[in-house]
């Protein structure tokens, strides 16, 4: 999955599962939510699954080195859009929820072999319905959305 979104949150402030995150979307927002398996590089990955009118998935990614390496750029966007206090929660944020299309289908092969992959996100982040899942995911972490198609920050006001 290639996610659009990028929320970013520290695990040790705000401790949940995927299990308690579709229970929030379930009561907030009026799209079928489910959990669900994909198989990512060989290996099941947990989701939510979300029925807008462009099928979103919603990840944990906890690979802190990972999350910290993007923190600079996200910290640079957010200058002049994010309150001041929560640049010292994004430094010390070291998970994100990652919301991205859902990817019912595979690349396949051409018959020479070669598949051609999507190595960008091309998800409307201002799709009415898509945005406030989005938005609705950032407020259950007390955080703020990152619009990674448009490299910006989400906010309400918007």
Not at 33 to 57: D, N
Not at 83 to 99: G, H, K, N, Q, Y
Not at 128 to 155: C, H, I, K, S
């Amino acid at each position: 999955m290639l996610a659009a979104a990028l929320i970013p949150y520290a695990p040790e402030e705000r401790n949940f599962t995927l299990q308690d995150l579709l229970a929030h979307l379930t009561a907030k927002l009026g799209f079928e939510c489910t959990l669900t398996e994909a198989e990512e590089y060989g290996e099941p990955v947990l989701e939510i699954r979300v029925a807008t009118s462009t099928p979103l998935s919603i990840r944990i990614q906890d690979n802190a080195e990972l999350v910290h390496d993007d923190l600079g750029d996200l910290a640079e966007d957010g200058e002049g859009v994010l309150p001041l206090p929560w640049f010292d929660v994004l430094l010390r944020c070291t998970a994100r929820l990652e919301i991205g299309e859902s990817e019912d289908e595979w690349a396949e092969p051409d018959e020479n072999g070669v598949m051609e992959l999507d190595s960008e996100s091309n998800l409307d982040l201002t799709l009415p319905d898509v945005r406030a899942v989005v938005l609705e995911v950032a407020r259950f972490v007390d955080g703020f959305a990152y619009d990674n198609v448009n490299n910006q920050w989400l906010t309400e006001a918007e």
